[in-house]
């Protein structure tokens, strides 16, 4: 219910028909195909053993297009419903290689494996849905397929991330981590730390009282995580993209919304003002560099990049509170 009122446009995978559900296959082998193409080019110069790895998936995916095309042609004619991922509640649009700040290995083998585990994911689901015999063994045969792509990842990192062996299962676990928890996590204590900090300290410097300012901190910092964590859970249910539980992913960003709201609220229970207001922006630096530490390990961004961007955008937030305030 909350998907349907978060995502008033998009349609649930459940109502897609046969035909929508092959045309949706068949837009997204185009789309990865791409990806996977730009990949090659980008990394033929520096690692052109990758480079190759990735042409091949280029041509394997072009391969699964023309295969569901015959399917589509045999049985609904020429003209293909205009139906695309971002039309469909639960999926995640790909990220093209022209938006990613930060292109290295370590960020394409984190993006593959995403890609293929959602790929093969909604194979899986697709052929449950379909009742037709042909239709329903091919997608199961390209679930099956896709699970060799995402033994990229494993090449990838053996060939250019060190010789120290890794076990797979530990990589997966550390992958799906990273989906379930980091992601939203993060996106919740960026959002927590620097959303609240213009009504904290506009109530600071507006009331110069320090409990007041604590009750609006923590109204602030409970109020954003609950509405961080229903909007995570809602935006996907994890069927399809692997992102696992919503309810996880739920809880992971409202609490750490929370979190980072209440982090510079709590200081402002010490009942000298200025102390707490120092103590507090001393509370908040530290917030914006754990925001860049996790960034850097987790998200394959340089750390200096990361500080650089959540410094500027929470001392605008942070400047913007106190000008209210001070009003």
Partial sequence: MFA????PNKRDFSSLSEQEILSLAISAEEED??????????LRDTFPGSAALFEGMAREENEHRRVLLDMYRA????????IKREHVRGFIPR??????EHFD??????QVWEMEVSAQNFYLSAAKQVNDVQTRKLLGDLAE???????TADELEAAHLGDEEKDEEKLAAHRQFVLTYVQPGLAGLMDGSVSTLAPVFAAAFATGSTYQTFLVGLAAAIGAGISMGFTEAASDDGKLTGRGSPIKRGLAAGIMTTIGGLGHALPYLITD??????????????????????????MSTPFWRAVFQVVVGGSLVFAAGILIGSA
């Fill in 4 to 7: 349907r009122l978060l995502q």
């Fill in 33 to 42: 195909g791409r990806i996977y193409a730009a990949y090659a080019d980008k």
């Fill in 75 to 82: 049985k609904f004619g020429d003209n293909l419903i205009p």
């Fill in 95 to 100: 990220k093209p290689l022209w938006l990613m």
């Fill in 105 to 110: 290995i370590e960020t394409v083998r984190q």
């Fill in 145 to 151: 397929q896709e699970v060799s792509h995402q033994k």
């Fill in 273 to 298: 003002f200025w102390t707490a207001t120092y103590v507090a922006i001393l509370v908040v630096l530290i917030e914006l560099w754990a925001i860049a530490f996790i960034q850097s390990k987790y």
